[in-house]
């Protein structure tokens, strides 16, 4: 059988189904020693297919299918034309790259054959098949065309351009007369059929994201979508057939799959060029600056300080790290210039070189962090430097680095959006027919949170049917056929977008190597691969990720800066001159009412924060690697707390652990220890000693690691006359401790952040939390700080016309600060209204601002209805004012309004009613205000009482602040929810007995809610919980 060399897969975007690693398996099955790959208009699925067909043992070939700007003989509105072409070497790759980015870079379009040509060398090109240009003139009656057409190819492609047979049953009398006119032109024929799908029952399929693509119904798609019939795998027998009608083109087939010799050049690292001065190299350069920084920092280079300096340049320059360490350094440079505030994260606070550059702020001598954590030179792939920036901020520093290095070398990482439950019932539903707002609603009967990776992809997404529950409620075939194919479609890619952070900066041109395209959304350029891929070639990776607590903390310091300058010579050094010892802070953070602040104001790491007894942005830190999955699961967390407040002595396997576990009260809470103890005690090299924290994080129990054991046992006993079973007990407490442990560098980065964020709160509780609210909130709703605005003593106020911004602001009317919601919370609330609004205050009336606004009257009407326009008179008179002076369609744009009555104002209920419909919450009043009189009479109890009472029955009231439903290992669903009230917050558990039984309503409307059952302590994290026995809207 003949080589497959015009197959596509699901990377072939709504219009192929499988995987490159199905394709490549069925390959290998069938005894095929090669596969090509020639996905449209798309290389995305190229480094998949190569780890693949690796896998497989086959020989893959590269090759891309590309739509052609057809002739003016082709009819309009048919099918576009197609060309496939295949790399025959490292040349060949690069033209694929260069002209499916041209395709992909202005909007998907079609290519010129003048374009092609220019970009040529190295392929392969076939014409022919369904969509192939002689072929479509065929179809049309025009044979002399067709032939014409042929011999201009070949023309333009001599020695490269093949005629591809497909032997598809529907096209055996057309190739006929395709292959009598590539006779006349001595156009070499090539068998090729197509591939889109595996087997015949997998058409169906093809053919609805196809509809999907074209966003039409099934029943409506053709050829010119994409669609292709007798389009599978084909078996032997099918290729035998057409290989005995045109042997030639089989022996063809053999022909170009053996020319096409190209491979992925996997295993380089590829550093950017970056320029410098006087012929200086990246190391030279990256030495000065780094003693330049140290003397900055540390005033005397000690000789202990230049020893870990020199350690690090010299593992850096042997790598060939330097460039990443210099470009991180002069972007991070010019944030530091422009005001724009950052912070590093992840294991990058191990290095102090990047300390020295400014690029990280935790000190790794202070807090023994070791370099081998960022950067062992025993590991194959160079490590992320991460740095969080200002989210308001973050797209200035992603220009600057397009400015400095070139667009020709500079792209954003592409991530891959993959069909998800919600998104393929929806489009599957659209596609068989259901009207948009029929399958909008199907869809979000679904539960949106879902993993949909490389490895769910179309095989359901997850070991549970997620559509069980409804395909049990709709029966019916169609209802049937939705949730079949939506199945199939989970995990599948749907379309690319730009990764959250991700940027690239390439050796040389990026589409020498990788192909682009331009986002649909801010329009940057991005590459067609995602991390993965881009690992594999080698590019090096920076990421930038935008974080909303950096942009409140931004927010507060401008602040500070507008009122202080005479302090602060910079908004950012208010936040560099934060001390790290403050009693406000520490309070803060000790009692844990630090709502809002960075990474600390959930409820289990407030919990922590208080159990700790917080006051130091050390103890942040520990908090911070106490609190997750692993400590809490292995009662890691308590028995720290216990031996932190003096409950339990602390003891020690070795005298020799104390050194290295003392802070943490005997307990391996940081992946740094696991370091330490390999190499201070058994002398493990500290290269060794990060591959084996690696393996024990991802529970190798290989060769490796018994080595490494080996070793440890041997040289415990050498250094520190352990004996064998000790050193094996202290290998097992570091391995049960090691995939729980949390970097100790990645914690002190955050606890910084975390610190300054509290201090923020601390000092300034009006305009944090005025940040907080003008950037959307984040752990909790928004409702959550306005009722933490209302608790530290600023009542938050609806927009208003004469003193609102476009976001949340404080204001100081008459010394006390007035927190006032942004006019951009106002529902229907156009921007030229808004902008007017603010050029043309203060207004003095509601004819005033009428005729000097000139807003829409459903505007008007909701700014008055939400509160926008009080003191100007009450809502009933002002509504009463505009209704008689609303103009018709067609009559100039002046109201005639009537002076104001002096009518009654609206009740609270009637006020937060209409704040809750136009603004999204109610700001006049907490919920639970409106139902006062039945909460004493009920004698519902307060969450804060609530934790107090352990195995008690209570009855709770309170706003569901968010919710989630799962299902258990029996299949019953159940449900978490939190609820919210005037004190704080608690976690409530609606187990399946009670689930069922719980109005929908509960989990859809704002409207309060009382809870009746059991106060329950989680067995797991240790966290009280209320184990509901019945929930019910209040007020009925």
């Given at each position: 059988m003949p080589p497959l060399i015009c197959v596509h897969s699901y990377y072939s975007l709504l219009e192929g189904v499988h995987s490159p690693a199905d394709l490549a398996t069925r390959a290998a099955a069938q005894g095929l020693?090669?596969?090509?790959?020639?996905?449209?208009?798309?290389?995305?699925?190229?480094v998949e297919f190569a780890l693949a067909c690796r896998k497989a043992a086959i020989r893959p070939i590269f090759g891309l299918e590309v739509d052609v700007q057809p002739p003016s003989e082709v009819q309009p509105n048919g099918p576009l034309p197609r060309l496939t072409l295949l790399a025959e070497n490292e040349e060949g790759w690069s033209n694929l790259c260069r002209l499916s980015s041209l395709v992909n870079v202005d909007a998907e379009r079609p290519l010129t054959t003048n374009e092609i040509s220019l970009h040529c060398a190295g392929l392969l090109l076939l014409t022919g098949g369904s969509r192939g240009i002689a072929n479509?003139?065929?179809?049309?009656?025009?044979?002399?065309?067709?032939?014409?057409?042929?011999?201009?190819?070949?023309?333009?492609?001599?020695?490269?351009?093949?005629?591809?047979?497909?032997?598809?049953?529907?096209?055996?009398?057309?190739?006929?007369?395709?292959?009598?006119?590539?006779?006349q032109v001595?156009?070499?024929?090539?068998?090729?059929?197509?591939?889109?799908?595996?087997?015949?029952?997998?058409?169906?399929?093809?053919?609805?994201?196809?509809?999907?693509?074209?966003?039409?119904?099934?029943q409506k798609i053709a050829a010119s979508h994409g669609y292709t019939q007798f389009a599978t795998f084909?078996?032997?027998?099918?290729?035998?057939?057409?290989?005995?009608?045109?042997?030639?083109?089989?022996?063809?087939?053999?022909?170009?799959?053996?020319?096409?010799?190209?491979?992925?050049?996997?295993?380089?690292?590829?550093?950017?060029?970056?320029?410098?001065p006087n012929g200086q190299t990246p190391s030279q350069a990256l030495r000065e600056k780094a003693y330049r920084g140290a003397r900055t920092l540390y005033k005397t280079i000690t000789p202990a300080l230049e020893e870990r300096l020199e350690h690090e340049l010299t593992t850096i320059a042997g790598l060939g790290y330097d460039p990443i360490f210099l470009i991180m350094e002069e972007l991070l440079a010019y944030a530091r210039k422009q005001g724009i505030l950052f912070s590093s994260r992840g294991s990058a606070a191990s290095s102090l070189v990047a300390h020295c550059l400014g690029i990280t702020s935790p000190d790794p001598l202070r807090l023994s962090l070791y370099f081998e954590r960022f950067l062992n030179p025993a590991r194959s792939s160079p490590p992320d430097i991460d740095t969080d920036i200002d989210s308001r901020r973050r797209d200035e520093i992603i220009q600057h680095c397009f400015e400095t290095y070139g667009d020709e070398q500079v792209a954003m990482v592409a991530t891959i959006n993959r069909f998800r439950p919600r998104s393929a019932a929806g489009d599957v539903a659209k596609a068989l027919g259901f009207s948009p707002a029929e399958s909008r609603k199907l869809s979000h009967e679904l539960p949106n949170a879902?993993?949909?990776?490389?490895?769910?992809?179309?095989?359901?997404?997850?070991?549970?049917?997620?559509?069980?529950?409804?395909?049990?409620?709709?029966?019916?075939a169609v209802h049937q056929e939705v949730f079949a194919q939506s199945r199939r479609l989970l995990g599948i890619p749907r379309h690319l977008s730009v990764h959250p952070g991700g940027l690239v900066i390439s050796p040389g041109k990026m589409t020498d190597l990788v192909p682009v395209m331009r986002s649909g959304g801010k329009g940057v350029l991005i590459s067609q691969f995602d991390l993965e891929s881009l690992a594999y070639l080698g590019l090096v990776k920076i990421d930038l990720l935008g974080i909303r607590g950096l942009t409140v903390m931004a927010d507060v310091a401008v602040a500070i800066h507008s009122w202080s300058k005479a302090d602060y010579a910079r908004p950012t050094q208010v936040l560099e001159k934060i001390p790290l010892e403050d009693k406000p802070t520490s309070e803060i953070v000790s009692t844990g009412k630090t709502i809002g602040c960075f990474q600390i104001e959930s409820p289990g790491m407030r919990s922590t924060l208080q159990l700790i007894h917080a006051v130091t942005p050390d103890d942040v830190m520990a908090a911070l690697a106490l609190y997750r999955p692993g400590p809490l699961r292995g009662g890691l967390r308590d028995a720290f707390i216990r031996r932190h407040n003096k409950e339990e002595p602390v003891s020690q396997l070795h005298p020799s652990l104390t050194a290295v576990l003392d802070d943490t009260y005997g307990v391996i809470l940081y992946q740094e220890q696991v370091l330490r103890i390999a190499h201070e005690i058994a002398g493990l090299s500290l290269a060794e000693s990060d591959l084996l924290r690696r393996a024990m994080s991802h529970f190798d129990p290989g060769k490796l690691m018994q080595n490494l054991k080996e070793k440890f046992v041997r040289g415990a006993g050498e250094r520190q006359q352990i004996a064998s079973d000790l050193a094996e007990k202290i290998w097992d407490m570091m391995a049960a401790f090691a995939g729980y442990g949390f970097p100790k560098a990645h914690a002190a980065s955050y606890a910084q952040v975390a610190w300054n964020s509290a201090w923020c709160k601390a000092h300034y509780p009006a305009e944090f939390l005025s940040a907080v609210?003008?950037?959307?909130?984040?752990?909790?709703?928004?409702?959550?700080?306005?009722?933490?605005?209302?608790?530290?003593?600023?009542?938050?106020?609806?927009?208003?016309?004469?003193f609102s911004g476009r976001e949340c602001a404080v204001l100081y009317p008459g010394g006390s600060a007035i927190l006032y919601l942004g006019l951009d919370q106002v529902r229907d609330l156009t921007n030229r209204t808004l902008q007017r609004i603010i050029q043309q205050r203060p207004f003095h009336s509601l004819e005033e601002f009428l005729l000097r606004v000139d807003?829409?009257?459903?505007?008007?009407?909701?700014?008055?209805?939400c509160g926008a326009l009080v003191g100007l008179g009450t809502i009933p008179s002002l509504l009463q004012q505009l209704g008689r002076g609303t103009r018709k369609p067609g009559q100039p744009s002046l109201f005639e309004v009537e002076p104001a009555m002096d009518e009654p104002d609206w009740t609270l209920v009637e006020r937060v009613a209409a704040q809750q419909e136009i603004l999204g919450i109610g700001v006049d009043a907490h919920p639970l205000d409106l139902y006062a009189e039945q909460l004493r009479r009920i004698q519902a109890i307060s969450t804060v009482e609530a934790l107090g009472t352990s195995g008690k029955k209570v009855t709770v009231a309170g706003v569901r602040q968010s919710h989630r439903r799962s299902k258990t290992s029996s299949g019953e669903w159940m449900a978490f929810l939190t609820l919210e009230d005037f004190d704080g917050m608690l976690d409530v558990v609606l187990f399946p007995t009670v689930f069922r039984f719980t109005r929908k309503e509960i989990f859809t409307e704002n409207r309060p809610i009382l809870v009746e059952g059991v106060m329950e302590t989680n067995s797991e994290r240790e966290d009280p919980f209320l184990r509901a026995e019945r929930v019910h809207l209040l007020g009925e």
């Open positions: 020693p090669v596969l090509a790959l020639t996905d449209h208009n798309m290389l995305t699925g190229s479509l003139l065929l179809r049309q009656g025009q044979p002399g065309f067709a032939r014409q057409m042929l011999a201009e190819l070949l023309k333009l492609f001599p020695d490269r351009l093949f005629g591809r047979l497909t032997g598809s049953s529907p096209l055996l009398a057309e190739e006929e007369l395709f292959a009598d006119l590539a006779g001595n156009l070499p024929l090539v068998q090729a059929p197509e591939v889109f799908y595996l087997a015949k029952e997998d058409e169906n399929l093809h053919r609805t994201v196809c509809a999907i693509r074209a966003n039409l119904p099934v084909p078996q032997s027998v099918s290729s035998e057939n057409l290989a005995a009608r045109y042997p030639q083109a089989a022996q063809n087939a053999d022909m170009v799959a053996s020319r096409c010799t190209f491979e992925m050049p996997f295993g380089i690292v590829r550093f950017p060029k970056i320029p410098l879902f993993f949909a990776g490389r490895g769910l992809a179309g095989s359901g997404g997850s070991e549970k049917d997620i559509f069980a529950d409804l395909a049990h409620r709709y029966s019916d609210l003008a950037n959307w909130g984040g752990y909790y709703s928004q409702r959550v700080y306005l009722m933490e605005a209302r608790r530290v003593g600023f009542p938050p106020r609806p927009p208003h016309i004469n807003p829409r009257p459903a505007e008007a009407q909701n700014l008055i209805r």
